[in-house]
């Protein structure tokens, strides 16, 4: 049993390393030289050699990949090319930003889902589960920078209730537990919700409608069992398959939110990611998607753990 | 006599009409009032973007800063007219035509690319198939946004950058499925007795894996394109597909942005359009799945 688990996780290292080998390589697919964004194309020669020297980019490829990642798992993955600053705090204090909005909604989202699924899954066939399956449809299908769009129309231009960007009062990025940044949550974290919420609404649906058809259900309503402890055999069935979703879902939020922060200007890692894009700035191009790759591959092997705790059926398969 | 002859005749099966899978699963398909609708639809998109400089009313490049930012239902722009003073609905109907390419077309490269790469895997086994796969896992470590937009970042902005990044995105699920459902195969009798037979693996793929495996494959490529769909325009949206002036819906929802506060209900229209097409796959593509009885 113990070797599912250290194998699991033994296999996190090369995974990671292949992840660190593509974000270092996305530099060099990239076009130009990582030195634009650095020094203009009309500085003198010994300038241009000088800021090479100092990014470390004279060095052969094999020798910048080793120290990029030798000082990656220090924690240093270098400087910005358009500001200075260390990329490493920058994606830190973006990551907050991103973590925040997707906790939030995936919060929104694993609830309604849970809930939507198993009354649909209950109820098959109907009214009550066209009505949800036709909204988890939806929310699967959504471009959800355009449902953003919506809801600033609604709520930010006409109502005028809730504020159209930012992740609080002023320009501040700094979150606190207080109304007036909470309210600037609310939007963005209702758009980033309906993805999860039409995936988890269907999956679960899906599942409960399958477990509901086994013949144990039946023995168990035979033998006197209330609704509400056939319910509790039902919730068990469905739960690692469900949770194995749900952690899915939100290591998808972490890179999904690059959409939704663009349109709500919420200072996330996907808000860091389109600036860097157009300013060129490749070391915090690289460093952020190393990281959240980084975030999601442990997601994953926490969930693939949870999910073989839970169901032992999977140590053995 | 003829009475009896008749009645015999009238019980008699009624002949099948000559009808193959794909004319039975068609069948089945037009009888599923969901998809049937959603594929008129998507049809008539199809064709109004084949025909679109014959049945948009204007030019959609033809600008007018007399006519900037009109609501809907004015004289001459039944559906507004964007930032520029360019007839919305001719843009929508032009857009068509490139937010469809770039929509559909990555999931068919992959369809190709993804389902010879799984096949192959699937088919030969061992420690090929342990090499192929292990690769791509590596890509599943990038939730498909990240992805997408990585390497469009990194390539650079471009319909062609972005089409090739979405055509990466989308090889390793396909390559996945069609690697489980080709291993599932392989291990079949008739395959055996084929190979016992002394056929070739090539024929062997074409005449007896293929036709076994492509059903599920095309089911579940065609559950990708409404992602796909959304994540082309959303990289246009970001500035990183289709480049302005070009007509291209999610372009069109970046570049009338700020015209929320002007004329919110013209500058939702392009979303409208992916959110109508990306459903409609969607639905087609959960019928098309139940009445060819995939599981996946």
Known sequence: MPIYFLKRVLYVIPIALAVSFFCFSLVHLSPGDPMDAVVSPDAPSEVVAMVQRAYGFDRPLPEQYGRWVLRAVQGDLGLSAANGRAV????????????????????????????????????????????????????????????????????????????????????????????????????????????????????????VADILAHEFVEALRAKGLAERQVFRHVVKNVAPTALAVMGLQLGYLLGGSILVETVFSWPGTGLLLNNAIFQRDLPILQGTILVLALFFVMLNLIVDLAQARLDPRIQRG | MSLTLDGAQADAPVPAPVQGYWGAVFGRLRRDPVALVSGIVLLMILLAALFAPWLAPASPFQTSMLNRLQPIGSPGYPLGSDEL?????????????????????????????????????????????????????????????????????????????????????????????????????????????????????????????????????????????????????????????????????????????????????????????????????NMLSDGLRSAMDVKL
């Open chain 1, 88 to 207: 490493t705090a920058e994606v830190f204090s973006a990551l907050k930003n991103t973590l925040l909005l997707a906790f939030a909604a995936s919060l929104i989202g694993f609830t309604l889902g849970c809930v939507f699924g198993t009354l649909a899954g209950y109820f098959q066939g109907s009214l009550l589960d066209r009505l949800v399956t036709g909204i988890a449809v939806g929310g699967v299908s959504v471009p959800h920078y355009w449902l953003g769009m919506l809801l600033v129309i609604i709520f930010s231009v006409e109502l005028n209730w809730l504020p159209s960007s930012g992740a609080g009062p002023g320009s501040s990025s700094d979150w606190n537990v207080e109304w007036a940044y909470l309210r600037h949550l609310i939007l963005p974290a209702v758009t980033l919700s309906v993805i999860p919420m039409g995936v988890v609404t269907r999956t679960v649906r899906a599942m």
């Open chain 2, 85 to 281: 003073g360019r007839d919305v609905l001719s843009r929508l109907i032009h857009g068509a035509r490139l937010s469809l390419l770039i929509g559909v077309m990555p999931v068919i490269n992959a369809f190709v690319i993804g389902s010879a790469i799984g096949i192959v895997a699937g088919f030969v086994g061992g420690r090929t198939n342990s090499v192929i796969m292990r690769v791509i896992d590596v890509f599943y470590a990038f939730p498909a946004v990240l992805l997408a937009v990585a390497l469009a970042g990194a390539l650079g902005a471009g319909l062609v950058n972005s089409l090739l990044s979405l055509t990466i995105v989308f090889i390793p699920p396909i390559a996945r499925v069609a690697e489980s459902v080709t291993t599932q195969v392989r291990s079949v009798d008739y395959i055996e007795a084929a190979r016992a037979s002394g056929a070739r693996s090539l024929t062997i793929i074409r005449r007896h894996v293929l036709g076994n495996v492509l059903g599920p494959i095309f089911v579940y490529a065609t559950s990708l394109i409404s992602v796909s769909m959304i994540l082309a325009s959303g990289l246009s949206f970001l500035g990183l597909g289709a480049r302005p002036p070009m007509p291209e819906w999610g372009l069109m929802l970046n570049t009338m942005r700020d015209a929320i506060y002007v004329n919110p209900w013209v500058a939702v229209l392009p979303g409208m359009m992916i959110f109508t097409v990306s459903i409609c796959f």
